[in-house]
């Protein structure tokens, strides 16, 4: 009856499970029985049946691509439409076969709720167990459970009950409750739109009248602004930004907070092109553009947020995760993540656990392998303005690429807590009085490079120069400390990893005491100089004192290559140890290049800014130099 | 928000990510209903102007009312348009049959305006509901060197966190409307009066319901001679959108092959 479909958006429902329980077959029966199909199709297909001499099978209806007919599998999430008395739908077929689950997840995560075919003869499978974790980590927590072939049991109700029992035991497991559990049979037609004869014990729902039960969920109205901001346009005089808001509402003249950051400005206006009536609201869906009472510096990648409710900045946030990628996932991986509009660069701290699909049971593990779920720890240098999944699902979860490939999808499970700072003392002297006595911030230039790379000659120049301008500064060599509090150190992984965060915490004193602390250490692994800039929080400046190998050999001040490469000197970074190159430092010098003078006074004027000047406008700095 | 403005807000919201993380990039504006309403939602996305050229890949072969209503609306629109001719059909594997052989001169016009503007990133107008193959399409379809569609190996896309990452030498497909319908697309014609080439209305008792080359594509049986007749004809219809476009019928894999070698 096609003159009473509604016009409203169609309800979208993926039907998942284990390959061969008969999705396919499922679909074209939907399809058919409900009247879905254009005039002529399954007449066109019966005729293509018959001359390749196969029996006609509802399969055929989605097997539209060559390629399926010839493997007899259904490649990707095809999106078909169909409707009920009640309303539209638009089914997402993902595909049963391990390799594909990529396509599973692509077809699930639009989903408002989801089929899962169960085979009445076969039970739950691997794969009817993974789909339906997979639907949890997806969001998509309506399910119907379809269990198909129920002919094939002689439509007998001890074993129709015991199929169903299993199901419900492991979906009771990961948190779902399903809203109907079906015995039909998509090949005759039993139970789907018709009510079947030959199980008259079964007095639920067919599929069709389940499906019908089924409400959209509502959308995060409620929730607190956010907007993740895609970016930023000129328009006349003014700056946009743009973005969709994935929660809460904003209006005009509504105080917006922008993380990570401090800033904040008013919404002036909700821009828009060819509206008769200028808009004062936007809700959570839409995509607006919004202009503000003060410049705001911001790029693609914040998000703007209810000024009194913003999503934590964090460093290392734990995750759980599903892994697409050939090569597993381990620690020490280097990825991108993006979460909304933002990315960043982030280090596989920790694997916690592989979860056992079957079982559901977390087991310790030291890789995620293709397909398999877990729980990852993930440090990142920048600091995300990301939510937890249970506040806020749009944006606590996100992606991980490696080497441009799509490698995983996430939900954050975990932010740090911050009991950890519940025992510490204010100070009835902050910070900000110092640097208004000093003239000046205090803060760390982070020196890293390879040994003879020039980090302590530098460190030593700008030590002078800012010293003769009246600035208070102190120099944390790596050698110098190890003298000293760091003597019980030796050059293992660990103890490196120790040095440099005793490093850290002293440079970070010192720092809140108001000096500029220049510290020169190799510190060659990204992880390390991560954690250094976590300890010390937003005062840190990684300075990469860079030049090849074959420079610094040749300068070789204290002898040590020729030591390492005489005596086989363990650990010797860059001999027999790694360096990472830092991605994206906030200064490099490359010393093989710059002359000691030139990179000395491109030193000194970075730290001028950056202590001295205002770090950006309207930033701490300026508003204390102002006076 | 109703369900038009809810699709009209993913589609900007697409047109925004692939403006910010496409460049260069372009339009194609094949003149239909469906280009149409992209290029309003792009004026929507962009407040007014439309960043990025249009291309119009011209076979020199459509009606001449389509003609007329480019002239017009690339002026009234204030777009940059880009309309080369596609080069000839010599040029074009002759084993395809004869309709999808002239089709696939826009592939051909698409490879050109490729290598001819070095464009990263190209918005279709495809739909999901349109054809079995293109309901299995990305909203963001990779193209390696070759231009070809590798529905066997697509990257996963979930959570609107679109993967726009690739190696150097692939372009970008961008499909803003991918999840519309046809009646949604009229429907949103409707509510925002969004000009559309008179063909779409019956005259004597035919209309076009998609537009194509002279030749190989055929007006079918209709009374529908405004935007609300034509979205009651569509409502009370089971046919398929491109029964007139002869080159989706000439073999049951026609088009398929078609897509695979980078037709829109």
Redesign the interface.
Known sequence: M??T?T????FPIVVVGHVDHGKSTLVGRLLHDT?S???GKAEQLRA?SAKRGLDFEFSFLLD????ERDQGIT???????FHTARRRYVIIDAPGHLEFL??M??G???AEAAVLVVDAKAGVSEQTRRHGYLLGI?GVRQVVVAVNKIDLIEHDEARFTAVAQAVLDYLAGIGIIPAAIVPLSARHGENVVERGTRSPWYAGPTLVEALDALTPRP?ASHGPLRLPV??V?R?QDRR?I???IESGRVAVGDAVRFVPGSQTARVAAI????DLVPATTA?T???V?LSFDRDVFIE?GAVASAADNAPPESHVVTVQLFW?DRQPLVPGDRL?L??GTAEHRVTVEAIEAVIDVESLIAAPALALPQNAVGRARLTSVRPLAIDSFADSP?TG???L?RE???AG?FVVEELPGQSRNLTSVDAPVTPAERALRNGHAGGVLWLTGLSGAGKSTLAMRLLRALTDRGRLAYVLDGDNVRQGLNRDLGFSPEDRAENVRRIAEVAKLLADAGVIVIAALISPLAPQRAAARRIIGAGFHEVHVAADLATCEGRDPKGLYRRARADGLADFTGVSAAYDTPEAPDLRLDTGALGIEEAAHALLAFAETAFVAAPEPGGHAAVLLGG | MDDLDSLEAESIYILREAFSRLRPLAMLWSLGKDSNVMIWLAKKAFLGRVPFPVVHLDTGLEFPEVYAFRERYAREWELELIADACPPIEDVDPTLPPASRLAARKTHGLRQAIDRYGFHGLIAGIRRDEQATRAKERVFSPRGEDNAWDFRDQPPEFWDLFHLDFPPGTHVRVHPLLHWTELDVWRYIARENIPVCPLYFAREGKRFRSLGEIGITFPIDSEATDIAEVIAELRGTNSAERSGRAMDHEGEDAFERLRVGGYM
């Not at chain 1, 016009?7 to 169609?10: E, I, M, S």
């Not at chain 1, 539209?64 to 390629?67: A, C, H, P, T, Y």
């Open positions: 096609p003159g479909i016009d409203k958006r169609a009247g199909l254009p005039d293509q539209s691509l060559q390629v490649v990707d999430a095809a999106q078909i439409w990529r396509n997840v692509t699930a995560s639009a997806l959308p895609q970016d346009y328009l946009v743009v973005g969709r821009e828009t092109w060819n809700v869906g839409q995509s553009a693609r697409l991108s993006r979460y749009r979860r996100g992606v690429v441009h490939r799509i999808g």
